[in-house]
């Protein structure tokens, strides 16, 4: 860590509850941001699509403790 980064994490600790979560949500709405920039726009229609699907339930949504139970058998299999 850098020592700006250390200043400015200090500082940023000093902050009431409510101005450090609001500058929580901007760095990881600044980091997500970033990573977007990154994605093709088939990627970001392929993703729209899936929210989409999962918001109207047309997807089907299996808890993770099935997926994973299913993948440690077909693991066990191998």
């Known amino acids: 860590m850098t ?3 250390e200043t400015v994490l200090q500082n ?3 902050l ?3 101005d450090r ?3 929580a949500a901007c760095l990881i709405e ?3 941001a970033a990573d977007d920039a990154e994605l093709s726009p088939a990627w970001c229609a392929e993703i729209d699509r899936r929210i989409e699907a999962a918001r109207s339930g047309a997807s089907r949504r299996i ?3 099935e ?3 299913e993948a440690h058998q077909l ?3 191998l």
């Open 63 to 65: 808890p993770h403790a």
């Open 75 to 77: 693991l066990a299999q």
């Open 21 to 23: 979560s609001r500058m």
């Open 12 to 14: 940023a600790l000093l």
């Open 16 to 18: 009431p509850v409510e």
């Open 3 to 5: 020592a700006a980064f």
């Open 30 to 32: 600044s980091v997500d």
């Open 67 to 69: 997926v994973m139970s």
